[in-house]
T-cell receptor
Framework: DTGVSQNPRHKITKRGQNVTFRCDPI?????LYWYRQTLGQGPEFLTY????????KSRLLSDRFSAERPKGSFSTLEIQRTEQGDSAMYLC????????????FGQGTRLTVV | AQRVTQPEKLLSVFKGAPVELKCNYS??????LFWYVQYSRQRLQLLLR??SRESIKGFTADLNKGETSFHLKKPFAQEEDSAMYYC???????????FGTGTQLKVEL
């Protein structure tokens, strides 16, 4: 499968612990996006990168969240001091070009905070 | 602020019946709208976008700026159409998608 790859697929963690997710975009896609999806809701935008630059962050992204994309390839999303409200599916997507191009989604990482 | 509304959480139709999944949007700019679909145990994928004005898998959607709608239609539902459908609006200067809450389409035999 040469699509967007996310790891791990599932993560269960205790409240207060830190977690990190990884996203490998489609090769040569310069744009990478993170979305969060909770039960019964559509995906909500968190942040996006163009190459290695993080160009926009949603207000949903509290200071416990940090995302990086070193060298403009894979990206990591870290959540510090997890809370039960962080339980969600975290989706990564990538696209090529400027704007209005198709975003290809990964299968997501499901986080459960207990 | 931008918003996408999908009023139906679940739509159940019989095979061969027409399908219409409703989507309304609120946006002050020029709208760019998409339909994404998620089949069972698969990733979210693009179904169609309004600027291409094409039919994919028999589905069409017309942007109606007067009614601020982008309803998804198919004349004859097939069993393989059963999936979760999300309407999405491109915002933020073309940098992010605002999704609706989705409609689960169930096609019954």
């Amino acid at each position: 499968d040469t699509g967007v790859s996310q790891n791990p697929r599932h993560k269960i963690t205790k409240r207060g612990q830190n977690v990190t997710f990884r996203c490998d975009p489609i090769s040569e896609h310069n744009r990478l996006y993170w979305y969060r999806q909770t039960l019964g809701q559509g995906p909500e935008f968190l942040t996006y990168f163009q190459n290695e630059a993080q160009l926009e962050k949603s207000r949903l992204l509290s200071d416990r969240f940090s995302a990086e994309r070193p060298k403009g390839s894979f990206s990591t999303l870290e959540i510090q001091r997890t809370e039960q409200g962080d339980s969600a599916m975290y989706l990564c997507a990538s696209s090529w070009g400027q704007t209005d191009t198709e975003a290809f989604f990964g299968q997501g990482t499901r986080l459960t905070v207990v | 602020a931008q918003r996408v509304t999908q009023p139906e959480k679940l739509l159940s139709v019989f095979k061969g019946a027409p399908v219409e999944l409703k989507c309304n949007y609120s946006y002050s700019g020029s709208p760019e709208l998409f339909w994404y679909v998620q089949y069972s145990r698969q990733r979210l994928q693009l179904l169609l976008r309004h600027i291409s004005r094409e039919s994919i898998k028999g589905f069409t959607a017309d942007l109606n700026k007067g009614e601020t709608s982008f309803h998804l239609k198919k004349p004859f539902a097939q069993e393989e159409d059963s999936a979760m459908y999300y309407c999405a609006l491109l915002t933020g200067g073309g940098n992010k998608l605002t999704f609706g809450t989705g409609t689960q389409l169930k096609v019954e035999l």
